[in-house]
T-cell receptor, first 115, second 115 residues
Framework: KNQVEQSPQSLIILEGKNCTLQ??????????LRWYKQDTGRGPVSLTI?????NTKSNGRYTATLDADTKQSSLHITASQLSDSASYIC??????????????FGAGTRLAVHP | DAGVIQSPRHEVTEMGQEVTLRCKPI?????LFWYRQTMMRGLELLIY????????DSGMPEDRFSAKMPNASFSTLKIQPSEPRDSAVYFC?????????????FGSGTRLTVV
């Protein structure tokens, strides 16, 4: 079973609409949870990072939430734009991972924003 | 800063040939990671270097894969001999310290196709 599961696998929305992507994880204890955006043909780019004690973090139109009790995180995108079309990856770092910040990646949600 | 620079961007090679992927991390970053991304398995850590020393190579698939970091500004990932199942996008990432809260910076990747 994957330690980081994301849903939906893919999503299509119209430009200007809002959407929410989900991430459930079993990694425990964990150090931090990150959301990355990966454009086609590019490497992942960090959007937000939250420690286990934080429950929300915003970056422009992107807002991530974290519920450490239920081990769930969400990424909310407001007023979507065509440039938001990308894969969004949830990444969790275990608290104890051999002395470095090992990342455990979800499979990602592929978002397509249509005009 | 030009970010993490990888070369080549695309590589097509015949089965059995040697392939060398190159990475220049961000100046001043002392942690370097090699990842492999496929549709089936997502992003997987291959190897982690700290201060040019390999710390965790447990993700290296088999003896056909080797990685080196001769100095702080250059790393290579070599596959010899290459096989069709090695076809994937290979990413290099760097960070300031293995436990960086700021996250990693990924390169744009090398898309490898082995025919």
């Amino acid at each position: 079973k994957n330690q980081v599961e994301q849903s939906p696998q893919s999503l299509i929305i119209l430009e200007g609409k809002n959407c929410t992507l989900q991430c459930n994880y079993t990694v425990s204890p964990f150090s931090n949870l990150r959301w990355y955006k990966q454009d086609t043909g590019r490497g992942p780019v960090s959007l937000t990072i939250m420690t286990f004690s934080e429950n929300t973090k915003s970056n422009g139109r992107y807002t991530a939430t974290l519920d450490a009790d239920t081990k769930q995180s969400s990424l909310h995108i407001t007023a979507s734009q065509l440039s938001d079309s990308a894969s969004y990856i949830c990444v969790v770092s275990p608290m104890f991972s051999g002395g470095y910040n090992k990342l455990i990646f979800g499979a990602g949600t592929r978002l397509a924003v249509h005009p | 800063d030009a970010g993490v620079i990888q070369s080549p961007r695309h590589e097509v090679t015949e089965m059995g040939q040697e392939v060398t992927l190159r990475c220049k991390p961000i100046s001043g970053h002392n942690s370097l990671f090699w990842y492999r991304q496929t549709m089936m398995r997502g992003l997987e850590l291959l190897i982690y270097f700290n201060n040019n020393v390999p710390i965790d190579d447990s993700g290296m698939p088999e003896d056909r894969f080797s990685a080196k970091m001769p100095n702080a500004s250059f790393s290579t990932l070599k596959i010899q001999p290459s096989e069709p199942r090695d076809s994937a996008v290979y990413f290099c990432a760097s960070s300031l310290g293995g436990g960086s809260r700021e996250g990693y910076t990924f390169g744009s990747g090398t898309r490898l196709t082995v025919v």
